[in-house]
Every structure is written in structure tokens, then in C-alpha cells.
């Protein structure tokens, strides 16, 4: 009798053992995510504490162990890109489609501070709303004319600008704003267009204005100068002409007559007189 009771205790015993291994294995297993955090190449993580709360210090890339009742938050350090779409009003209240992308990532030494701040989801509560709100503020300082000749790049030196002193104040490094495109209405953009097409034929026509006047200045010069040269040499400026031609044609080795006038109004004749065929 004794050694049949003996024997229950003890397999009661390992009963007992062996549902408290397997408790524990359960429990192991079940909170193994909470317990074993891996912080993959270019993250670092920021623990919260159930008792502390969140930790000054920051969990770099690798394996990391933690008790199942705190909480490890995973923040990429790499470069985010944001592609965002609006309308925006113009000066006039026109409405403007622009697309763009906005380039983001946490400050390193300063993810603590943004995790208290912000938190994980941080593009979606700052960066994002701050992108949107410069856009449609800059855009709305612009007629059409402005948006329709605006160079891209100097609109986003200025988000870039202005979007890093921002941002920074929230523990957050701006790293590019690329526009894509900036859509006008069709009727305005082709009004536009046609507007500064007319401009162009105007400026054409006042640069001819201004050539043709230069050219009209050029021959009074020119015929004031003939004047005055008649009435010094008392040679009319035909007879000039004739008398620069037959001095030059009388130079050319082909064979001529040069017979001159009777008198110093007549002009010269030339007759030809080459013998060759």
C-alpha cells in the first residue's frame, strides 16, 4: 500500500514538472517576439519601458533581448520617399495639380526625442502635412504666368530651404524635393502659350523697327558723305562710279578698248576687244 502511494507521489511529481516545462515553453513561445527583437542593417530601436518608459539609450543593428512587458520600437535610418499629389490654388484661384517627392529620414543622434515627440508614424502626423502646407502657401504667392515659367529647381531649392529648418525642429533631416510636373488647366496653359507666342511675334517686329531705322540712319550717313564729296570735287557720283569701275577693269589682263568722253561729263565706254574664241 505504502509503495503504490509512494508511487503516485512521484508520478504526480513529474506530472507536475512536466505541465510546468511545457507552461513555460508555451509562455516562450508565445512571447518569443516580445523577448528576442532583431534590429536589421540601417535601424535602431528605441525601448519603452513598462515601469521607466522610453529609455535615453538607443538598441543598435543585431539581436537584442527584452523583457516580454516592454516594447521595442523599430525606426529605419535609411532615406524614405514620399510621392505626394495636390491641387493647389493660385493667386488668382486657380486650381494647380502638381506632383512631387519628398526625401526624409530621422535625425540618428535624436531618434529618442522624435519617439517621445512623434512617434513611428511620424510622415504621416509631420512630414507630409509640413510638405503639403509649404506647396500650397508658395503656390498661392503665383499667378499662371508665374507657375507656367517657373524652373522647377529654384521651386525646390526653396521647399528644400524651407522644409529643412522645419523639420528639423522636429528631429528631422530633409533630404531632397523633386517636382515631376506642374499641370495648369488645358484652356489657360494654351492661352498662356498663345499669349507669350504673340509676345515673341511683337519683339521680332521691334527688333526689325529698330534694325531697319539703324539701315535708314546708315544710307543718310552714306548720301550726306556723297554730298559732300560733289560738292568738294565737283564730280558727280556716277561719274565716280564709272571711273572705279574702267581703273579696275582696266587692270584685268583681258583684252579691251576704254575710249573716254568729250568732255568731263561724258563717261567712259568700254569695248571689248579679245580676239580669242
Not at 77 to 92: A, D, P
Not at 104 to 110: E, I, S, T
Not at 218 to 241: C, D, M, T, V, Y
Request: aromatic share 8%.
Amino acid at each position: 500500500m505504502n509503495k503504490s502511494l509512494k508511487k503516485q507521489k512521484i508520478i504526480s511529481y513529474f506530472r507536475s514538472i512536466t505541465i510546468g516545462v511545457l507552461l513555460v515553453l508555451f509562455v516562450f513561445v508565445l512571447f518569443s517576439s516580445k523577448i528576442f527583437i532583431k534590429i536589421k542593417s540601417g535601424e535602431m530601436g528605441v525601448l519603452y519601458d513598462l515601469i521607466d518608459g522610453t529609455q535615453p539609450e538607443t538598441y543598435n543593428e543585431g539581436l537584442s533581448i527584452i523583457s516580454p512587458l516592454n516594447e521595442m520600437f523599430i525606426y529605419s535610418l535609411r532615406t524614405q520617399n514620399i510621392e505626394l499629389e495636390q491641387v493647389v490654388l493660385s493667386h488668382n484661384g486657380l486650381k494647380i495639380n502638381i506632383k512631387y517627392n519628398v526625401l526624409f529620414k530621422p535625425l540618428r543622434n535624436q531618434i529618442t526625442a522624435l519617439h517621445q515627440k512623434l512617434g513611428p508614424d511620424y510622415a504621416n502626423t509631420v512630414v507630409i502635412p509640413a510638405s503639403q502646407s509649404w506647396t500650397r502657401k508658395f503656390m498661392a504667392d503665383l499667378t499662371p504666368e508665374d507657375i507656367f515659367l517657373i524652373d522647377k529647381g529654384v521651386l525646390e531649392e526653396k521647399a528644400i530651404l524651407n522644409l529643412t529648418k522645419e523639420l528639423a525642429t522636429m528631429h528631422i533631416a530633409m533630404e531632397g524635393f523633386f517636382i515631376s510636373s506642374i499641370k495648369l488647366p488645358d484652356t489657360i496653359s494654351n492661352a498662356i502659350e498663345q499669349k507669350f507666342r504673340e509676345q515673341e511675334i511683337v519683339h521680332q517686329y521691334d527688333f526689325k523697327l529698330i534694325v531697319e531705322e539703324k539701315e535708314r540712319n546708315r544710307k543718310i550717313i552714306e548720301a550726306e558723305g556723297i554730298k559732300q564729296f560733289q560738292l568738294i570735287s565737283n564730280i558727280s557720283p556716277l561719274q565716280w562710279k564709272a571711273l572705279d569701275v574702267t581703273e579696275k577693269l582696266s587692270k584685268s589682263p583681258n583684252s579691251k578698248i576704254i575710249m573716254m568722253g568729250n568732255s568731263s561729263k561724258d563717261l567712259p565706254i568700254l569695248l571689248n576687244n579679245d580676239s580669242k574664241k
